[in-house]
């Protein structure tokens, strides 16, 4: 099974490693959505082919969450605004791919020195979500939409997620909380919706501003 | 009863989310405001036994954020019955975060469990953002967002560092408060190290410490003066209290040292960074914003100093949350009477507006920590601390930054008062409500200044004792 996790943790970096290279929004939320369907399977491959409850529970709430909801919400979310790719990156397509590279490889040097208590050397969680992190931090740092920084967050959150579950089986109320954060991203979300009237509002002059410029308190 | 004080103002929240009338809303805010400080006055008496399966505890730093927040929410909810005079948006997602936020505060100060501390904290997070956007002009929607944004990531790096401190407390298998306590001998300390510079960064963000500044000159700027002290004072200390419980942990473990000098750092950091923004600002309530950085730092460099530093920094707690009162909900007065608070609009407010414009005067006195406002003491015992510890250069810092943050507010403070005075956008008459609220708290702040109650030492020194000694 731990092949299976191997792999699986791999396909999470390299999923994010793609969003990283990906210009248009549509195709960062479906990879998005690609990336959290693979880790909602974790739980599964956890305990060695024995599949407790817990883990099937777990296992579906994080599909539909992540893989089901966040995607709609945020396509149904990029439906008002007519410019559906990232305008201008901060940094270049390939740059910021060979960057991501560096940071994977930085996040591999790093959690070299650093040694979970029960955990096989080998154990690639602790380097690939330390990546994932990184590589959400980058998305969020280079991309200038609003709707590119929310994957940013859902980058470093999956990575977050990722590193929970690989590392502990044990503690059920860290993993709650894991889905308490998903929860959050739902509101999260809602603030989008928000920051879209801020756009609708960006399509015009603003009448109020021209008359007199003093805020309204 | 633990339970009671926390769910009381969830289901409040959910009623007013029901169609009733603004008015109602606001007095039942108000009730339940009164119903929670109440309970929490009566903790004073006798502390309630643990909650929840350990879970919830009250315990003297609990106790002390608690009252501080309770009594927040209380002078707020007041100062909206004046407020909501004049005010013409609907009240109805404002009152209901807000009821929210007091219950997530609440739980805050209660939590015994690292993981729970976190998910309260982010709670949090969630329910204040909407209040910053409360008038939803295009700034404030803007500082909603950055406001998100930063904080959303920053809570996600104290997770990861919740996380971390999970690792180190491998042999003891629970993130329960007194469990990691009494286990701290068997923490690994390299993962401990690890854990503390990701809360640490992590809650900074949401203390709003330098670097990790730079959404508190927007969320106070265009929010609400009741949002503004309710995240001044409420929100960032809460966050001040995760740090806190962190230093618990330090302390016993022997990384009080290192974990100390981190606090140190980004203490001094945030005050020469307010000193430095604050001078050059042109709007009140962003000024003002400069001087909550500095406060946090203060509390930061009082916590990270020990000794005498941590009883200053939890005297801080209070005054700072007294004094943000002051300071905000005038400068939301003002702003409400004048439609703007940027200094080219507004002049002469003492002629127009006489107690008002005293009201600023004090505002500035006790939000720069002069004497005889108690703000100076806490501010005098940190100072002393530094000192005590002989870091001469970090206090001859200290006290430069705050001499030049006087500076920079005093100018914009008096800029408002006096001169000739400007055209005003509401009536010239005072409220009488929200004036004696804001005086309420000013007279507490001189009242701590002057004499300080013996049951307020022994909770304070109760809790200082509950971080641990100096470094």
Not at chain 2, 153 to 170: D, E, K
Not at chain 2, 352 to 380: D, N
Request: proline letters at 3%; one cysteine or more.
């Amino acid at each position: 099974m731990t092949t299976w996790i191997d792999a699986s943790c791999i396909l999470i970096v390299f999923f994010s490693l793609s969003i990283l290279a990906t210009y248009r929004i549509v195709g960062m939320i479906q990879i998005y959505a690609l990336q959290s369907f693979v880790l909602s399977l974790m739980p599964l491959f956890l305990h060695a082919g024995n599949v407790s409850s817990r883990d099937i529970v777990l296992s579906l709430g994080t599909m539909v969450l992540k893989a089901g909801v966040v995607p709609f919400i945020l396509f149904w979310a990029i439906r008002r605004i007519s410019m559906r790719s990232e305008i201008k990156p901060i940094i270049g397509l390939g740059s910021s791919i060979v960057c991501g590279a560096l940071l994977v490889a930085g996040a591999f040097w790093v959690s070299m020195s650093l040694r979970i208590p029960g955990k096989a050397a080998a154990d690639l969680g602790l380097p690939c979500s330390l990546a994932v992190l990184l590589l959400g931090f980058m998305i969020m740092v280079t991309r200038t939409r609003a709707v590119t920084q929310v994957l940013g967050y859902l980058i470093i959150e999956n990575g977050i997620f990722l590193f929970a579950l690989s590392l502990f089986d044990s503690m059920p109320t860290l993993i709650e909380m894991g889905i308490l954060l998903d929860i959050f991203v739902a509101v999260f979300i809602m603030a989008i919706v928000l920051n879209h009237i801020n756009e609708e509002f960006e399509q015009g002059p603003d009448p109020e501003k021209q008359v007199k410029p003093r805020e309204v308190f | 009863m633990l339970i009671l004080i926390t769910l009381i103002p969830f289901l409040c929240g959910l009623s007013v989310l029901l169609p009733v009338t603004r008015m109602f809303r606001i007095r039942l805010f108000v009730i339940v405001s009164f119903v929670h400080s109440i309970s929490v006055a009566s903790f004073w008496c006798s502390r309630p036994t643990p909650e929840f399966q350990g879970y919830l505890v009250l315990d003297a730093l609990g106790l002390l954020f608690l009252s501080v927040i309770s009594f927040l929410f209380l002078s707020v909810s007041v100062f909206m019955l004046g407020y909501f005079k004049h005010e013409k948006r609907n009240s109805r997602t404002f009152t209901a975060c807000l009821m929210f936020l007091l219950c997530t505060m609440t739980v805050v100060t209660l939590s015994n469990h690292m993981g729970l501390l976190w998910v309260a904290v982010e709670a949090t997070t969630l329910f204040s953002a909407p209040l910053i956007s409360f008038h939803r002009t295009r700034e404030s929607l803007e500082a909603t967002w950055k406001y998100l944004l930063i904080c959303s990531v920053g809570i996600a790096l104290a997770l990861m560092g919740t996380f971390f401190l999970a690792i180190a407390a491998h042999q003891v298998d629970s993130l329960m408060l007194p469990a990691v306590l009494s286990g701290a001998s068997a923490l690994s300390v390299n993962w401990l190290k690890i854990s503390v510079i990701f809360l640490l960064v992590g809650y900074g963000c949401k203390l709003g410490l330098a670097p990790m500044h730079s959404w508190k000159p927007e969320a106070y700027g265009r929010s609400t003066g009741m949002t503004s002290v309710l995240m001044a004072g409420g929100l960032t200390q809460c966050a001040f209290l995760a740090l806190v419980r962190v230093s618990q942990i330090c302390f016993k473990t022997g990384l009080g040292q290192f974990y100390g000098s981190i606090l140190i750092l980004t203490g001094i950091l945030s005050l020469i960074v307010a000193a430095v923004f604050v001078l050059g600002e042109k709007n009140l309530k962003r000024s003002f914003a400069y001087s909550s950085i500095e406060h946090m730092g203060i509390l930061v460099l009082g916590l990270g100093l020990g000794g005498v530093g941590i009883f200053g920094a939890l005297f801080h707690v209070i005054n700072n949350a007294l004094a943000k009162v002051v300071m905000f909900l005038t400068a939301g007065s003002v702003a409400q009477k004048y439609g703007s608070a940027n200094s080219s609009d507004v002049r002469g407010v003492i002629h127009l507006y006489p107690v008002t414009g005293i009201l600023l005067i004090i505002a500035l006195f006790g939000g720069t920590g002069m004497f005889p406002f108690a703000t100076f003491h806490s501010e005098l015992m940190i100072i002393n601390a530094a000192v005590m510890s002989k870091r001469y250069l970090l206090a001859g810092t200290i006290v430069l930054s705050l001499g030049i943050i006087f500076i920079g507010l005093a100018k914009i403070v008096l800029g408002f008062v006096y001169g000739r005075s400007t055209e005003p956008v509401l009536p010239k008459r005072e409220n009488a409500i929200m004036n004696a609220v804001i005086a309420l708290a000013a007279a507490l702040l001189v009242v701590l200044g002057i004499w300080m109650p013996a049951p307020l030492t022994r909770v304070i020194s109760d809790a200082a004792a509950l971080i641990g000694s100096t470094p």
